[in-house]
């Protein structure tokens, strides 16, 4: 029996994980297949989970959260962030929801952080923003959330000035500006004030270099695209699905 994994999300055609896996299930020789799911509405999960032969699913835009209610178990840390990537089924066929992207996010972050860095900006609110947030707070990294809608405590982009960016050191785009094809789109930040001392990270993979991060480079700060957190928080996703 091949074992069946796959990508829940929507116009998901580009995906990475995709690609990723197959490339594993070819070079580890496993009977395994993954599929995209490309759902127009989150209620064709419930379609798609009859299939018996699923063992394991990943999830991103825009079902992080919408997938939640349709779960059957929640693991505490997807509980406390609030967003799943990850659902495991058991040998009853029962679903648990899991986060990996907070995984990633950390161990890919911690070779760039520096002395300078304690406070972060968030751009974007979604899930992915939320496995951000939480990877932060283990790391002793305060955080505020940038929206173009900001809720209470939360900023709007034309709150950011020079004082800000000279007390909030890392800065992560959690948005999907500047995704393939529409590159030249970016963050609306005031860029000028960034230093060497800054860290630009984009979730990112496609392009490798995007405007933001090509805008921090100018300035002399470092950079990161998405693509070695989408790495981490894959075979993490493998771990939990076998464990």
């Not at 990537?85 to 990996?100: A, E, M, R, Y």
């Not at 070779?111 to 002793?140: F, R």
């Not at 090509?214 to 002399?220: I, V």
Request: glycine residues 6%; proline residues 4%; hydrophobic residues 35%.
């Amino acid at each position: 029996m091949t074992k069946i994994y796959g990508l829940l999300g929507r116009n998901i055609g580009y995906s990475f994980s995709k690609n990723y896996f197959f490339k594993k299930f070819e070079k580890e020789n496993l009977n395994c297949e993954y599929n995209n799911f490309d759902l127009k509405q989150i209620e064709a999960l419930e379609q798609i989970v009859q299939n018996t032969n699923i063992k394991g699913l990943n999830v991103t835009i825009p079902y992080k959260e919408e997938v939640i209610p349709y779960l059957d178990n929640l693991d505490p840390i997807a509980k406390e962030i609030g967003a799943v990537n990850v659902i495991k089924f058991d040998q009853n066929h029962k679903t648990t929801g899991h986060n990996s992207d907070h995984y990633g996010f950390t161990e890919s972050l911690k070779h760039l952080l520096n002395k300078h860095i304690k406070k972060a900006l968030i751009l974007g609110t979604g899930g992915a923003s939320k496995a951000i947030a939480y990877a932060l707070n283990k790391l002793d990294i305060t955080y505020t959330f940038v929206s173009r809608n900001p809720d209470f405590n939360e900023l709007n982009y034309s709150n950011l000035d020079e004082d800000i960016l000279q007390e909030y050191k890392l800065i992560i785009n959690c948005t999907p500006l500047g995704t393939h094809p529409n590159i030249e789109n970016y963050p609306d930040l005031p860029y000028e004030y960034l230093t060497k001392n800054h860290v630009l990270y984009d979730l990112i993979y496609n392009p490798i270099e995007t405007t933001f991060m090509k805008k921090g480079l100018e300035k002399g700060a470092k950079v990161s695209n998405g693509l070695n957190m989408l790495v981490l928080q894959a075979e993490k996703s493998w771990e939990i699905w076998n464990s």
